[in-house]
């Protein structure tokens, strides 16, 4: 989308700017070369439409721009990578301390950018409420350079 209509690409240097600000916070040494938006697309999720557990293989940092989120509708839930690592580990308290949940979800909100690094596994719950949730992903690669 990025590289076919203006207002996506105006939208991309915002993101440029914030995925910046995001990899210097991370501290990624990029060896002179840049991060770069690589993929971009619309997600139009009605009522009951979810987008189950994934990640972004290939891909650095991965995002989204809520573009509308009625209320009601989920955020984005994260999984920690360390699960498959807990084995014995007894079950946490309800409700824990958000540092030790093993799913944490983040809300969504009209006109937020939520950023992170592509390898965190994510899904977007079930919309329960009748208006539509739509938002715009993305992904960036290093050492990438637009087409
Ligand atoms: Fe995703």
């Given at each position: 989308?990025?590289?076919?209509?203006?207002?996506?690409?105006?939208?991309e240097r915002w993101i440029d700017s914030q995925v910046r600000r995001f990899a210097q916070e991370l501290q990624?040494?990029?060896?002179?070369?840049?991060?770069?938006?690589?993929d971009c697309w619309v997600n139009v999720m009605?009522?009951?439409?979810?987008?189950?557990?994934?990640?972004h293989p290939l891909s650095v940092v991965s995002g989204t721009y809520y573009v509308s989120v009625p209320q009601g509708s989920p955020g984005l839930k994260f999984e920690?990578?360390?699960?498959?690592?807990?084995m014995g580990a007894?079950?946490?308290?309800?409700?824990a301390a958000v540092r030790n949940r093993i799913w944490v979800t983040l809300?969504?909100?009209?006109?937020?950018?939520?950023?992170?690094?592509?390898?965190?596994r994510h899904e977007v719950?079930?919309?329960?409420v009748r208006a539509q949730r739509i938002s715009i992903s993305f992904n960036y690669g290093w050492g990438s350079t637009k087409g």
């Amino acid at each position: 989308m990025h590289r076919l209509s203006p207002t996506f690409a105006r939208l991309e240097r915002w993101i440029d700017s914030q995925v910046r600000r995001f990899a210097q916070e991370l501290q990624f040494e990029l060896g002179g070369q840049r991060l770069a938006m690589t993929d971009c697309w619309v997600n139009v999720m009605p009522r009951g439409v979810s987008h189950g557990l994934h990640l972004h293989p290939l891909s650095v940092v991965s995002g989204t721009y809520y573009v509308s989120v009625p209320q009601g509708s989920p955020g984005l839930k994260f999984e920690d990578p360390r699960l498959d690592r807990y084995m014995g580990a007894p079950p946490r308290s309800e409700p824990a301390a958000v540092r030790n949940r093993i799913w944490v979800t983040l809300p969504a909100a009209s006109g937020g950018l939520l950023l992170f690094e592509s390898w965190l596994r994510h899904e977007v719950p079930a919309n329960p409420v009748r208006a539509q949730r739509i938002s715009i992903s993305f992904n960036y690669g290093w050492g990438s350079t637009k087409g």
